[in-house]
């Protein structure tokens, strides 16, 4: 068994009990990983003891049950996929608690993994943090009135501005040790799609999978699985 684990890479995904983070670890588990999914209630395991299902919220500290399951492995791959919306209001109808709510999730949660995380991920030879971010927490796309009329919330938009920042300071202090990148997903047709979204969440794991593959050395990179769109720093700043 131990050395089927030596030859078997470690992935750890969070938000994985559906969408993109389901789509992914059963990409995975499909391929030459084994995963750690990371879940607010049990899922299913997908492959024969490939997949590990832990409970975990990002909102909470790390517990012992991720880490058990981590034990000595080095995590070759950890993606930060775990993510909240809120419904978009005008200002006057904006819940500050939203946005703090959300700056919890799709920013603290991340930080959290990362930072439970990091000695696993530093034994691995070429580990790679994944933040799944979104196009709309471009500073310069948002500025220029891109996405203007869509609606949608500051918690939100501020938040996943926020996480490209995360992304920034993350890279930065690990330079030559985790490569940290933030990875938009496309319009994809899941609960927080939205309308006329056309990328199902198993094409997006399957070039999700690609990139984690990829042995490009770049920190912080930005790029967008939907192929149509544009990629490069223009999706964070």
């Known amino acids: 068994m131990s050395g089927e684990h030596d030859r078997r890479r470690l992935a750890v995904v969070t938000g994985a009990g559906r969408g993109l983070g389901a789509a992914l670890v059963d990409r995975l588990a499909a391929g030459d990983w084994d995963v750690i999914a990371c879940v607010r209630t049990p899922r299913v395991p997908a492959g024969p003891g490939r997949v590990v299902t832990v409970v975990q919220d990002v909102r909470d500290p790390v517990g012992a049950a991720l880490l058990a399951a981590v034990g000595e492995r080095p995590v ?68 220029a009135g891109e996405f203007a009329g869509r609606g949608t919330s500051y918690a939100y938009r501020i938040s996943k ?38 990328t199902s969440p198993e094409r997006a794991a399957d070039r999700l999978a690609e990139l984690l593959d990829s042995a490009d050395p770049a920190s912080p990179r930005y790029l967008s699985l939907d192929r149509s769109e544009r990629d490069g720093p223009a999706l964070a700043w």
Do not use: Y
């Open 76 to 143: 070759d791959a950890l993606v930060n996929n775990a993510g909240v919306g809120a419904p978009g209001r005008p200002l006057a109808e904006c819940d500050p608690q939203s946005i703090l709510h959300a700056v919890d999730v799709n920013v603290a949660g991340p930080l959290r993994l990362t930072q439970a995380l990091l000695p696993r991920l530093t034994a691995a030879p070429a580990p790679i943090v994944v933040n799944v971010t979104s196009r709309l927490g471009s500073l310069s796309a948002q500025a």
């Open 161 to 198: 501005a926020a996480q490209n920042m995360l992304t920034i300071a993350l890279a930065q202090e690990l330079a030559g040790r985790v490569r940290c990148w933030a990875v938009h997903p496309g319009s994809l047709t899941t609960a927080m799609g939205v309308a006329g979204a056309a």
